[in-house]
């Protein structure tokens, strides 16, 4: 049962352009969502984060949107740059829980010239 | 560089056998947490610890075991090795609940 889903399994955006990566999620109990970036041959790194008391979080080019009613959140970059070409998780926990962090399976993001 | 170290980084063994997957957590972090990742799966949660005692437990087979030692590194016990356990293995630690530091992940291939 796949708690985080990441439908899209790529995305091609052009440079300079917005890119926007969406996440579904079904356990109500997740209150707690982050964003990983991985290249090929390395391990993800940590982008951005949201608690679920916030429906918005920034970080430079980076922004993350929470829909709690609807289960959902996106990532956006803007704009987007040639380094941006990676692969992008999405990741969840209950912390009221554990500390147990359910990643989707990704969507890998071209970012074309 | 996550500070994040695992080994070996390429392992190739036969069906049947067993191998130790060995963690270096972030100097400070107590929690360290294993992944696998197979082709089209995305990054799939086994076990988490924290401080020497196991603290989330997923997907994880009874084949697989892990622990914490009393210097934090961890290390993944996988044996009676199948076909089908050929992945990435990756382990994070973190200083907090939250955001993770991954290592660069070692690459099981079982033949």
């Known amino acids: 049962d796949q708690q985080v889903k990441q439908n899209s399994p790529s995305l091609s955006v052009q440079e300079g352009r917005i890119s926007i990566l969406n996440c579904d999620y079904t356990?109500?109990?997740?209150?707690?969502f982050l964003w990983y970036k991985k290249y090929p041959a390395e391990g993800p790194t940590f982008l951005i984060s949201?608690?679920?008391?916030?429906d918005k979080n920034e970080d430079g080019r980076f922004t993350v949107f929470l829909n709690k009613s609807a289960k959902h959140l996106s990532l956006h970059i803007v704009p987007s740059q040639p380094g941006d070409s990676a692969v992008y998780f999405c990741a969840a926990s209950a912390l009221v829980i554990d500390d147990k962090i359910i990643f989707g399976k990704g969507t890998r993001l071209h970012i074309l010239p | 560089d996550s500070g994040v170290t695992q080994t070996p980084k390429h392992l190739i063994t036969a069906t049947g056998q067993r191998v130790t997957l060995r963690c270096s957590p972030r100097s400070g972090d107590l929690s360290v947490y294993w992944y696998q990742q197979s082709l089209d799966q995305g990054l799939q949660f086994l076990i988490q610890y924290y401080n020497g005692e196991e603290r989330a437990k997923g997907n994880i087979l009874e084949r697989f075991s892990a622990q914490q030692f009393p210097d934090l590194h961890s290390e993944l016990n996988l044996s009676s090795l199948e076909l089908g356990d050929s992945a990435l293995y990756f382990c994070?630690?973190?200083?907090?609940?939250?955001?993770?530091?991954f290592g660069e992940g070692s690459r099981l291939t079982v033949l």
């Open positions: 949201i608690s679920s008391i916030k």
């Open positions: 356990n109500s109990m997740f209150d707690y």
């Open positions: 994070a630690s973190s200083p907090h609940t939250g955001e993770l530091f």
